[in-house]
């Protein structure tokens, strides 16, 4: 069974660099054919796909949030990390961390609410 751990600050201050980090049990992230997402849900909004990182350590971002998005990771400790500059109030979230591993399932973190406010 793959599990999925995010861990970081939960409050942000504006201007600032957000950062959360996966932390995943249960399979490689180098497996191949994985993919492995962050996902947020604003307040009252619907889910909003962040990006990726792939087995491969190819990255795909949303178009909407790519210049400020930065997904890697650390093989050594099976983790995938989360960096979003220049925050304001409106990404306040509950932001997850997702697996796609095709036929071998897809698996969601529990969530972690990240607050920007001064």
């Known amino acids: 069974q793959v599990q999925l751990q995010e861990s970081g600050p939960g409050l942000v201050k504006p201007s600032q660099t957000l950062s959360l980090t996966c932390t995943v049990s249960?399979?490689?992230?180098?497996?191949?054919?994985?993919?492995w997402s962050w996902i947020r849900q604003p307040p009252g909004k619907g889910l909003e796909w962040i990006g990726y990182?792939?087995?491969?350590?190819?990255?795909y971002y949303s178009p909407s949030l790519k210049s400020r998005t930065s997904i890697s990771r650390d093989t050594s400790q099976n983790q995938f990390t989360l960096q979003l500059s220049s925050v304001t109030p409106e990404d306040t979230a509950v932001y997850y961390c997702?697996?796609?591993?095709?036929?071998?399932?897809?698996?969601w973190g529990q969530g972690t609410q990240v607050t920007v406010s001064s």
């Open positions: 997702y697996a796609d591993l095709r036929v071998a399932g897809r698996y």
């Open positions: 249960g399979d490689s992230i180098t497996t191949n054919g994985g993919f």
């Open positions: 990182i792939a087995y491969s350590g190819s990255t």
